[in-house]
């Protein structure tokens, strides 16, 4: 079974530095990736995805994402923050079950960005 | 479109009393989610259905649970009764087709249950 490990629950940064969260993920089949983040007080919105091809995702606000299978890891990161970035992060991977398919996510990653 | 629209958007109530969220997703998205998220479980997911049929629903704590989409349109989750600890906010979500390669999943703004 397919399950996703962010190894850390809040990561404080200031505004214009270099940030990475990290993401885990276990499982004996290939698979689908992503990112969601939720801004306060609303649902979570796709960041970005691996699918298939390219190793490196990108996303249209300046975070990208490598897919590194030897690692089973698919780290987020972004070369200097905003304090709009300021959310809460989401892995997560999908499982297929019962000719169906679902995301399973991680515990999230608390993203705080000071000026 | 307007999205995944989610109802009631806060709700707090008393322990013992029937609570039902609804869920209204995406036109033609055939498929829904009901999410549970909490500061100590995360974002948990509690059952999922597919073309209106209901696909896994392992994820759903325990009787008190109880979820149905009677059309593509439309869905409910009901607790009864309620107990304090299922205070969360409940989030609905809908995607295009079965397989995540079809499209992205597109969240409700959820609904926050209080239970005193």
């Known amino acids: 079974a397919q399950s996703v490990t962010q190894l850390d629950s809040q990561v404080p940064v200031f505004e214009e530095a270099p940030v990475e969260l990290r993401c885990n993920y276990s499982?004996?089949?290939?698979?689908?990736l992503f990112w969601y983040v939720q801004y306060p007080n609303q649902g979570l919105q796709l960041l970005l995805k691996?699918?298939?091809?390219?190793?490196l995702v990108e996303s249209i606000n300046g975070f990208e994402a490598e897919f590194n299978k030897s690692q089973t890891s698919f780290h987020l990161r972004k070369p200097s923050v905003h304090i709009s970035d300021t959310a809460e992060y989401f892995c997560?991977?999908?499982?297929?079950?019962?000719?169906?398919?679902?995301?399973?996510f991680g515990k999230g990653t608390k993203l705080t960005v000071n000026p | 479109d307007a999205g995944v629209i989610q109802s009631p958007r806060h709700e707090v109530t008393e322990m013992g009393q029937e609570v039902t969220l609804r869920c209204k997703p995406i036109?033609?998205?055939?498929?829904l989610f009901w999410y549970r998220q909490t500061m100590m479980r995360g974002l948990e997911l509690l059952i999922y259905?597919?073309?209106?049929?209901?696909?896994?629903d392992s994820g759903m704590p325990e009787d008190r649970f109880s979820a149905k989409m009677p059309n593509a349109s439309f869905s409910t989750l009901k607790i009864q009764p309620s107990e304090p600890r299922d205070s969360a906010v409940y989030f609905c979500?809908?995607?295009?087709?079965?397989?995540?390669?079809?499209?992205?999943?597109?969240f409700g703004e959820g609904s926050r249950l209080t239970v005193l």
């Open positions: 036109s033609g998205h055939n498929s």
């Open positions: 691996y699918l298939s091809g390219s190793t």
């Open positions: 499982s004996s089949v290939s698979v689908y």
């Open positions: 259905f597919n073309n209106n049929v209901p696909i896994d």
């Open positions: 997560a991977v999908s499982r297929t079950q019962g000719g169906s398919e679902k995301l399973v």
């Open positions: 979500a809908s995607r295009l087709g079965a397989f995540t390669n079809t499209g992205e999943l597109f």
